[in-house]
Each structure stands twice: as C-alpha cells, then as structure tokens.
C-alpha cells in the first residue's frame, strides 16, 4: 500500500473490476477486502471477489502496475540495522465512534467521522472538493459538528484526556465547508470547551465566528433519523437551560486521537515505559527522551498534539540523537560526484517538454495526449513525452536519459506544483550535467485540473496556454552561478531562560562553540519565579541544575547583563557586538537562536494594585513558596481566567494560564483542605493529558464557573474583604463570593522586540511576537537563513514545548554549523552599475538586509547585493526608480516572453 501511487491502472486492467478507488474511512463501511494493514487516502483495495484470492489466478494488476505496489508472492523480510540512536514516531490512530451507538455511526449515512469529512472536502478526496452528504449527493445546507467523541470521556471509553486538535481542525472544517458551499451554508458546532490555544488560533475562532459559524456549549446525547428522509434531528441543552430541537443535513464527528495497539506492542518490545493511555512517559525538561536511553519519541507518541508541536519534537529528537552521535558525526557520510557542468551559452535552445498524467489528478480531467502533441508544435521544441508520474524515481532517471541522449539544453515539465517539485526536477537536470537553472515548470494541476475539474475542455485549453508561456520562458534561462560561503561553526544564544538554556546546551552537547547572552544577572527567566510542572516536578531544583550544566560546560560562554548594541552579516557568517559595563565584545558566529523569552502581563482591572489580595500567579507562587501566613489563613480563594487575554488588544490564548491555575488551586487545597477556591473561567484549556487536572479539581470540590466576555466579574473592595460578583448562567443569577485572595490568570506578553527585529531583519506579527518562516512546516526558522527561534519568543508555550523548541532550534542550527561551506542560491538580485544611482531606494526597500550603498572606485556610489542574505523577492527591482535592478532568473525579458506568449 505504501506504494501505491493512485494511477489507477489496476483498475484499468481488473478483468472483472474488482479493485476499487477508496478513501481512508469512507470505505470501511463497503465490502472490501484490504490486502494491506491500514487504509490510505486516495489508494486502491481488491474486493474479496478477486479471481487471484480465490483461485490462485490473473495477476493482471500486479504486471501492469508501474509502482510495484502490489506482489502477491512478497514475503515477510527481517532487517538488521545497527544504529547509535534510535527515532520513533509511529503516530496515532483515529477513534472509532461505532461505539457510540446514539451517534449512528455507520448506521445513519450522513454521520461521518472528522477525518472522512476531511476527505470529503479535499480536491483529490472522491468528490474532487464537492460538498456533498454520502447518502444521496446532494449539497447539504446545514452541517452540526460534536466535539470530543472518544475524548475526555469516561462514559463510553477510557480516553479521558482532551486530544488537543479536534477543535481546531473542526473550526477549520467549518469555514472550508462554507466556502466549498454553493448555497448559504449553516454550520453549529456542539461543543464542551473551546481549545484554541496555538499561535493565532483564537483569531481563526473569531473569524469563524463573525462568518457566522454556531458555537453551541452543550453536550449532544443523541442523533436519530428523520423518518422518511435522510436528515438528522438532536435535542439539546442551551446554556439557559432551555430545550431545543433542530434538524440537520448531516453531522460530522470530531473523533479524538489514541495510540493503536500495534504501537503499544512495540513499545512493549523495546521495553518503553507508557503511561495510564498508552503514551510514552516523558520528562518536562526532556520531553523526547524514553524510558529507554537512546530511543527518543515524538509526535502523538508523546501526546495528543498538532502539527507545528509535533514538527519541533521530531526536530528535537534529532537534536538528543545528535547529541549522542556527535563523536561521530561525518565519520560514515558519502559525498555525492555531480557530472561536470555542461557549457551551453554558444548552443540554440533545445527544448525537452514531459506532460505528467498525475495518475488522474491531471489526466482526469486534461486531455493530456492532446497536450503533448500541441507541445510539438512550439518553437525549440525538440523533444516531448508524456509520463504517468513525472516525479517518480524511475522517469527521473528517464528524464536524465533523453536530456544526455538528445542534447536537451532547456527542460519544461508540465506537472504539478514547484513550490513542492521544483528541487526534484532541478536536480535531475545537474545529474545530467545542465545548470539547474535551466529548467522551467508549468503548474497544470493546480492551477488547471483541480480550479476547472467540470470545465475539462476549458481545462485543456488552459493547460496548453500554460505549456506554451513555460517554453517561452525557458527559450530565455540562463545558467546562473551558485557561490559558497565558508561556515563559522560558533552559535549565539540570546536569552538565557529556560530555552535559551536547552538551546546552547543541546547545541554545545554536539560540539559547537556556544555563545549565551543574557540580559540580566542571572540565568533561568521566568522560570525561577514557578514552582512545579502540571506533572508536579520541582522546577527551582531543575533550573538550578541547568544552569549548573551551562556555565560549568568548556563549550558555552556566558555572557551576563549585556546589551546587544549591533548585528550584521548572514548565514554562516554573523557578527554581533554586545556591550557590557560600557565596554563592547564583538562575537563571530554562523547561526543565532532568538530565545528572549516573554513577560507576565500586569493587569489594569480587578483591583489589581490597588490592594494586595487581588494578585498575579506568578506572585502567588511567589507567596507560596515564602510560605506567606496571608496564604495558608485565607479561607475563600478566587481565581479569574483570560485577564486581558483573548480580547480586542491581545487577542490571543496564553496557553499555560489554565493549568498554572488549577494546579495553583490544588495547591492551596494542600495548604488548607478547608478553602473554599472559584474558578471564573471562559473556556477551561487544561488540553492533552493535563485534563486529569482539571478532573481531579472538581473531585477536590474546586468550584468552576463559566462566564462571557460581555458580561466579565466585578471585583469591588467590601467590608467582607474583596466581594466577587459573577453571573451563573445555569441559575440565571448573579453570584456574590466574599473572597480572602483574587488571583489572576494574567498571560504572556512578549518584551520589546522591536529593536532586535530590526537588528536581524526579523518579522513580527501582530501580537508582538517573533514570526516563523512557516507555521507548521518551519516552526523553529525565521525567513532570515541561520536565525532560529524558541520558547515564549515564539508564543506562550509551558516548559515542555519551550524546551522541545529550544531543542528543535539547536538542531536546526546545527545543519547550517556542521558544514564547512554553504551554496548560496543563484536567484538573488543583480545591480546594472551603469544604471544605478546610488539614490539607495533599493537599500530602504530590502526586508533582509542584502542590499546596500557603496562607494564605487571612488567616484559613485552605487548599490551591492550580498548574494548570501538575499532572498530573490523582488522589492528592490520594484524600488528601483532607473531599472537598474533586477533578480536573476526572473528579468523582465523572461517575464514578459511569458506575458506576450500568454496572448499569442
């Protein structure tokens, strides 16, 4: 099945069609015998009606399959691999809500699992993108979604932790579902607890919200047909205590993750310790490392998470396996012998065009034999051939065949995208010894197949007016130089906080000479100020010894309060000058990690400052710890969730504040069984397995009462002490507790980060934070090469994922330090000397710092581009009042042969 590429030729060829398209979900509830393991979007089964099963006959699909996925004589085989460190990552599986017999799961048509709706909406799902509800294809118009199925529930099943992604992905599922819709679509999610707390999630729930999305807080018991037709009715509980009734088109179900139990036998096997729900136990301050050393775990192993989290966990898994390995780093690579580079400056253009089929991702829908043969029809064209999968191994090396056979010296593939492929197809032409700039690609399926799926005369059309702009541009391309640049294999950290910590020591464990600045008198941030982790570890005791570790370590030098006074230079070669006591040090190094850490927010609302019962968290860890007798003695404690949190100014969730609050409240119950504790909360996010926590307050008698935001609690000063005032929605009334401590969950908030993302030409986004390069693919990058990024810099995050990230950000820095030298890319800007004035409007424009006035010769000043910082986008070559810049590879003569042959 891992093979499989969806061509569909097996079906083709089935003498009885018996093998059948199907998608992950959505076919488990047909007859169909699955030959392989685990079912895969977008593969093919083989019925159990197949002549070979039951007769030991044809095999037709097995040799006409072009990707030797299927083999009905294949035998188990044992492997042995002898390995320094050992990475699992065997992800997770998705909960079956047949259990759910009130659901209708597999009973009612039109109620389907979150991951089949998934399918249902994408462009290479078995509707090509169409919304429609399974049992008759018809649009539906209303759409109910209920959260938490085969999560925190110990009802139905014993996974009582919260999955950590469902809300979000249901939201996103809401706004596509509208957007895919024809009609007016209504969308009402049921819902417990809403569980946006990633970077910029919050928005994306308002958003939702102001497109009209429903969000209902009531728990859905049960979904029954509508007699005589396809349509689902439930009855639920509003939050006034009303009843009500209503009908849907369909419902999706928003099902949870949990390991599967083939992962629990490998667990077993390499004796991994889990924990009460099968995932792996781990460390808050190692959170890859197993109970096994040197196996390191990641991913839903872990724990419930999504992509981004998991992303920097698999990264940082490399980083401990690297730590591990760093004597023997290098001692068993290959270099890779690339042919020497043909000359073709004084050859004619000849063109080699390949049309990718895409199984039926193109060839369903563009007619691409029509294609190909109007390709031959273009001027240079000396070649074309239409391929299956142009991206698969074995026409890659066809493909570098024809170009050495028939003295191709341009390429044009009509396929896919090259945001994705782009790279593959480069490097197939330096295999066969052109410059990997001269090749040209044409996007057919994005931007025609998918777009114009019904449209499929129109689609061809298109695709060959695409084709002919590619080989006009390709008739222009010239073979562009990569330069390297030489690698100072010394790292500086900035922060020295817990992330800052993990960073330069996961980045010193490898052997890198580790710079670590720090801009007060002592290391550790906010972390000093905590007490324990939601796993009760002591947090002051294993700060204590990770500082110990960094500054007795030969590879890491400590800087303490320092300013950073200048930053220059680009990846591999940075130089930061910082000041301290007046006097300045200059560091070189090749790569930065931003770990600068945040601050806790100082409210301006519930009585804060103005009398010293109503107080922060972090300042009631304080008194904790002090053991403060105003503590222990007080006999009603009141906490208050979102303070200046997930509103207009900073509307964003600070993850941690949930949990820092309910393991506070356990806490004072251990300080004094007796008190009375209120939690004022909007949405309780104690999210994956800190969700025990929130169990395990209510069974204390902690008090949760839930409140919106437009009608927020009033604190007032009285003769009792602080009166609280909240209304309960349940009684409809207003609440009056006389309270002895108001503690409020005030967040994270970043520091001044302004003058160090101007320093290091680094983005922010709205909130203040540092921006990644990309969300979920590049978590710990900035766009900038050679700068990373970790911890509360990032967003708020608890010690785990800060630590996780740090990790993440040192291995990623390591690939940049453990080289000695660095090709530079070839599209970079390129200044006409002649041309320019030195007006340094290109300088001004330039977000990365590549660009600067200089003097020429001594006689003008003009602009120079440092190839290493650029990144070829363009701002300069807009800025330009002469024309005097433009990016190479991307000149106006290339883009304007594309724009006239469009018209042509």
Known sequence: MDKCIACGICAEKCPKKVINEFDAGLAKRKSIYVKYEQAVPLKYAIDENCIYF????????????????????????????????????????????????????????????????????SATGPYMGHLVRLSDKKEPKKIGWLQCVGSRDLNRCDNSYCSSVCCMYTIKQTVIAMEHSTDPLDCAVFYMDIRTHGKDFDRYYEHAKNNGVRFIRSRVHTIEPVPGTDDLSVRYIQEDGTIKEEVFDMFVLATGLEIHQDVVDLADRLNIDLDEHNFTQTDSFQPVATSVPGIYASGAFTGPKDIPYSVMEASASACAAEEDLAAARNTQTKTLELPQERDVSEELPKIGVFVCNCGINIGGVVRVPEVVEYARTLPNVVYVEENLFSCSQDTQNKITGIILQKGLNRVVVAACTPRTHEELFQETLRDAALNKYLFEMANIRNQCSWVHSEEKEDATEKAKDLVRMAVARAQQLQPLLQPTVSVDNRALVIGGGLSGMAAALGLANQGFHTYLIEQSGELGGNALRLIKTWKGEDISKRVKEMVSQVEDHSLVDVYKEVNIKEASGFVGNFETTISKNGADITLKHGAVVVAVGGEEYKPTEYLYGKDKRALTQLELDTAISKGAKEIAEAKTAVFIQCVGQREPERPYCSKVCCTHAIKSALSLKEINPEMDIYVLYRDIRTYGQREKLFKEARSRGIIFIQYNIEKKPKVEKSDAGISVTVKDHILDLDLVINADLVVLASGIVPRDNERLSQMYKLSLNEDGFFMEAHAKLRPVEFATDGIYLAGLAHYPKPIEESIAQAKAAASRAAVVLSKENLTVEGVVSNVNETLCRGCGKCEEACPFNAISVVEHEGEKTVSVVQAALCKGCGSCAVACPTGAVSILHFDDRQVLTMVEAAFN
């Not at 030797?68 to 085989?77: G, L, S, V």
């Open 54 to 121: 039951k007769k030991g006959k044809c095999k037709a699909c097995e040799k006409f399959c072009p990707a030797d996925a299927i083999n009905f004589e294949d035998q188990p085989k044992e492997l042995t691999i002898n390995a320094g460190a050992v990475l699992i990552a065997p992800g997770c599986a998705v909960y079956d809500p047949a259990v759910y017999d009130n659901y209708g799961y597999k009973k009612l048509p039109n109620v389907v699992t979150a991951l089949e709706f998934e399918r249902i909406l």
